[in-house]
């Protein structure tokens, strides 16, 4: 886990580095310098930096692989489907 301190409330919170990599591989910036963190009481976003979090992110890369590659899938399966439904729709209305 990644202890943060929110630079508002100066409360201390944790992020997953599994929930923080794969937000950051769906990310269309292929090399952020850092990652926006909402602090959960104050709703305040903080920067943090990648680089001090490289460590962690390291450790399970792998399982953000898997992760982001079972979320291109979905995203590519919804967007078949939605495809289909164009189609269908746009058949329907021709007739």
Same mark, same amino acid.
């Given at each position: 886990?990644?202890?943060h %301190?929110?630079?508002?409330?100066k *409360? *201390?919170?944790?992020?997953? &580095? ?8 769906k990310? =269309?910036?292929?090399? &952020?310098?850092y $990652?926006?963190?909402?602090? &959960? %009481?104050? *709703?305040?976003? /903080? ?7 490289? #460590? ?9 692989k %898997?992760?982001? !590659?079972e $979320?291109?899938? /979905?995203? #590519? =399966? !919804? =967007?078949?489907e939605?495809q289909? =439904?164009n *189609?269908?729709? #746009? ?5």
């Amino acid at each position: 886990m990644i202890n943060h %301190t929110c630079f508002k409330c100066k *409360r *201390r919170f944790e992020l997953d &580095p599994v929930f923080v990599g794969f937000e950051l591989g769906k990310l =269309k910036k292929k090399n &952020p310098n850092y $990652y926006q963190a909402i602090c &959960p %009481t104050c *709703r305040a976003i /903080n920067k943090v930096s990648i680089s001090q979090m490289q #460590a962690d992110l390291d450790g399970v890369a792998e399982e953000v692989k %898997t992760m982001l !590659a079972e $979320y291109e899938e /979905n995203q #590519a =399966k !919804a =967007k078949a489907e939605q495809q289909a =439904k164009n *189609r269908e729709k #746009a058949k329907a209305e021709k007739k």
